[in-house]
């Protein structure tokens, strides 16, 4: 019997980050086609998708340069949670910089 196991390559990664990043940003897309609460424009697209895709590819940097599993959690643990407080901050001014969203 083969042991035929499952083995993403980084290739199959770094792609799948880019369809995620893309169904993400489609969220917003569609729901401004039903409502006028999501009122974003080509700049609001843009930094999303910097924001995303950037996130995914350090995200992505951390799994082929450490060889540490838990420094690798870490690691995008942390860059995970500096996205979502930059996200909050632009969305509504968590911490009052000038680049706060409201």
Same mark, same amino acid.
């Given at each position: 019997? @083969?042991?035929?196991? !499952?083995?993403?390559? %980084?290739?199959?990664?770094? #792609?799948?980050?880019?369809v =995620?990043?893309?169904? /993400?940003?489609?969220? %917003?897309?569609?729901? #401004?086609? &039903?409502?006028? @609460?999501?009122?974003?424009? *080509? &700049?609001? !697209?843009?930094? *999303?998708?910097?924001?995303?895709?950037?996130?995914?590819?350090?995200? @992505?940097?951390?799994?082929?340069? =450490?060889?540490?599993?838990?420094?690798?959690?870490?690691?995008?643990?942390?860059?995970?949670?500096? /996205? &979502? /407080?930059?996200?909050? @901050?632009l *969305?509504?001014?968590? &911490?009052?910089? %000038? !680049?706060?969203?409201?």
């Amino acid at each position: 019997m @083969e042991n035929k196991s !499952f083995k993403i390559t %980084p290739n199959q990664r770094l #792609m799948g980050i880019i369809v =995620v990043v893309a169904t /993400l940003l489609l969220i %917003p897309l569609i729901a #401004m086609r &039903f409502t006028t @609460e999501v009122n974003w424009d *080509a &700049f609001d !697209f843009i930094v *999303a998708a910097v924001l995303l895709l950037g996130t995914g590819l350090v995200c @992505e940097m951390v799994l082929r340069n =450490v060889r540490s599993t838990k420094n690798r959690i870490l690691l995008c643990g942390v860059i995970l949670i500096i /996205l &979502f /407080l930059v996200w909050a @901050e632009l *969305a509504v001014g968590i &911490f009052g910089t %000038p !680049f706060a969203g409201s």
